[in-house]
């Protein structure tokens, strides 16, 4: 298949993409399509467009930014579409192909001079942002987007194996047993670097934003 059709094929509908999509099914239904890709445009069409919208959002939320998300979203197809026709996909198909993404984002990161620029700029503009945050009473407004860009942009502070275990379980929402599938860990280490992460990310809030701990 040409490079042209398989780009084609991989940017088509990116724009439309909704990061908050749950894992898809297409491993669980129907394994032998997924193993015949690599012989047929048709299936692996199929088997874009039914991971792209988590493979993106992954990708988004380690990069926080659009056109490397996509850049990473195309390499990870690219590569599983090489790899098909050798690898027989299991009903763990989808955690490889999350563990892959994962990985080719974390390498984008490091090579990405532009990166800490942008991380720079998110941090500027969440300090300008209004905030809001009425935590005692669970029924009380939250100015949502503009938490959640303050979570974000915190995030990105971690260690990285924190950073990514959050990323994946409270950002992505992947339960512990699921990070541990997709980082090939245990859940006992999943369960460290989340309880690490969350209490730096906490300490980071207390310092930085005290006006979101209730009564601060």
């Known amino acids: 298949m040409g490079g042209k059709i398989l780009e084609k094929m991989l940017m088509d509908g990116w724009s439309e993409l909704n990061i908050s999509v749950k894992v898809c099914s297409v491993c669980k239904e129907d394994k032998s399509e997924a193993k015949t890709a690599s012989q047929n445009i048709e299936t692996f069409e199929r088997f874009v467009n039914a991971h792209k919208e988590r493979i993106y959002s992954i990708a988004y939320q380690i990069l926080r930014n659009h056109e490397d998300a996509i850049d990473v979203s195309q390499e990870v197809f690219i590569k599983v579409y090489k790899s098909l026709g050798r690898y027989n996909?299991?009903?763990?198909?989808?955690?490889?192909?999350?563990?892959?993404?994962?990985?080719?984002?974390?390498?984008?990161?490091?090579?990405?001079?532009?990166?800490?620029?942008?991380?720079?700029?998110?941090?500027?503009?969440?300090?300008?942002?209004?905030?809001?945050?009425?935590?005692?009473?669970?029924?009380?407004?939250?100015?949502?987007?503009?938490?959640?860009?303050?979570?974000?942009?915190?995030?990105?502070?971690?260690?990285?194996?924190?950073?990514?275990?959050?990323?994946?379980?409270?950002?992505?929402?992947?339960?512990?047993?699921?990070?541990?599938?997709?980082?090939?860990?245990?859940?006992?280490?999943?369960?460290?670097?989340?309880?690490?992460?969350?209490?730096?990310?906490?300490?980071?809030?207390?310092?930085?934003?005290?006006?979101?701990?209730?009564?601060?």
């Open 89 to 216: 996909l299991s009903e763990n198909a989808c955690f490889w192909l999350y563990r892959m993404t994962v990985n080719a984002s974390i390498d984008y990161r490091r090579k990405s001079a532009r990166f800490q620029h942008n991380l720079i700029d998110n941090e500027a503009e969440v300090a300008q942002e209004k905030l809001i945050f009425f935590a005692p009473n669970p029924g009380d407004v939250i100015e949502k987007e503009e938490l959640r860009s303050i979570i974000r942009s915190l995030v990105d502070k971690l260690p990285e194996s924190q950073r990514i275990v959050l990323t994946l379980r409270d950002l992505e929402g992947f339960s512990s047993e699921e990070v541990a599938k997709i980082l090939k860990c245990t859940q006992t280490t999943v369960r460290w670097h989340l309880y690490k992460g969350r209490r730096k990310l906490k300490e980071m809030i207390v310092k930085k934003y005290p006006e979101l701990i209730p009564g601060g």
